[in-house]
């Protein structure tokens, strides 16, 4: 807890005229429309968007939304990728996960016709024009983002995607019907099974040597425009290290990761000054401004702004899903860690909240930038 907490209390409610203000520019209540079973743990949610809204959650494949809940009596936020085209209904893909309690809602309780509330179109795993060939590496539920991108590709006059996608075995593959129905010509997909043998797939899991295995058999792959991985941590490393070796530049390659990385290391921005103590802050959101003071070991950035009744935005906390960005327009600050933010937002001075301290003895961030 800050010192600026501990002596002057420091906490205030926003009012609900700021909050609804906040909630219009980045979400909106949405309907369920549609909830089809994928596999036994799995399901896709189809979202009823208003016309009037239409503007507001167009978005670019693989990009993902956040979604805000009420699950007995706390607030739960929670990030899940589109997994539809662009000209169809708005839908995610939600695997069930072990103590999961949004996943488990959706995939036991949830009904059509339930209202929740869903941010705007959010993330940079994206693929915003089609310009040539590509390869895209997914496990589990991981294929989500990358089955969006499959279909623009699949739409497309131009353009190729060799899909290799792992799972145990052909009963959890996710959307294993809307993959079929992509033309072979544009997306080839090859599935690897981990815990099955079956004719016509490949067999183990996505280790170096089998991902090396894949590349060597097809050198062609190597000159795709650009390789796109979401999985496990584990499997996206072993992607990484394999397309390194094989002379893949780090820009080429795009991932996009669902859990706070345990092995990856995270990227930062230098300490650009020697500052401790006690930090003037002011937040702007939806153009209001709070001022408050922090102390540079203190609390994250958006703990001490969430305490002060602000609606700032977040969804992981945990540096993977840049909900939290906002930008430095005076000082400085760190992160502890950071999974997403590329390098040239870090050198426009954008942060993850969820993750900065202030640097220096005065710094005003923006959500709005």
């Not at 906490?11 to 209540?29: C, F, G, I, L, R």
């Not at 929740?116 to 693929?127: C, D, L, Q, R």
């Not at 003037?280 to 939806?286: A, E, H, M, N």
């Amino acid at each position: 807890m800050s010192l600026f907490k501990k002596v002057f209390g420091g906490k205030k409610e926003s009012s609900k005229d700021n909050k609804k203000a906040t909630k219009e520019q980045s979400s909106a209540v949405l309907k369920i429309k549609q909830i089809d079973r994928l596999t036994e743990d799995a399901v896709k949610v189809v979202f009823e968007v208003p016309e009037a809204l239409k503007v507001s959650y167009a978005y670019v494949p693989g990009q993902y939304l956040n979604l805000i809940m009420d699950i007995n009596g706390k607030a739960e936020h929670r990030s899940y990728s589109i997994c539809s085209d662009v000209n169809e209904p708005l839908a995610i893909g939600i695997k069930k996960v072990e103590k999961g309690v949004v996943s488990s809602h959706f995939n036991d309780k949830a009904k059509v016709g339930d209202e929740i509330e869903v941010s705007f179109p959010i993330g940079n795993f994206k693929m915003a024009k089609v310009d040539g060939n590509y390869v895209a590496i997914a496990a589990g539920s991981g294929i989500t983002p990358v089955l969006s991108i499959a279909k623009l590709i699949n739409g497309t006059g131009e353009g190729h995607l060799d899909l290799f996608y792992a799972n145990r075995n052909d009963q959890s593959i996710m959307f294993e019907e809307e993959l079929n129905l992509l033309s072979a010509d544009k997306v080839k997909t090859t599935h690897i099974f981990s815990e099955q043998e079956k004719e016509g797939y490949l067999h183990g899991m996505l280790t170096e040597e089998v991902i090396t295995g894949i590349i060597k058999n097809n050198l062609e792959l190597l000159k795709a425009k650009g390789f796109y991985l979401c999985g496990p941590e584990p499997v996206i490393i072993n992607a990484q290290n394999v397309l390194k070796k094989f002379g893949v530049p780090d820009e080429k390659m795009f991932y996009e990761l669902f859990t706070t990385p345990v092995l990856m290391e995270s990227t930062k921005e230098s300490v650009v000054s020697n500052f401790t103590g006690i930090s003037k802050v002011t937040v702007i959101l939806d153009d209001e401004e709070e001022v408050f003071e922090l102390a540079t070991d203190g609390d994250t950035i958006l703990e001490e702004v969430e305490s002060h009744g602000i609606d700032a935005p977040y969804s992981c906390r945990g540096a993977i899903c840049c909900t939290c960005k906002a930008k430095v327009l005076k000082g400085s600050a760190t992160m502890e860690k950071n999974f997403t933010l590329t390098d040239s937002e870090i050198k426009d001075g954008y942060i993850l909240t969820c993750q900065a301290h202030p640097n220096s003895e005065e710094l005003i961030i923006s959500y709005d930038e």
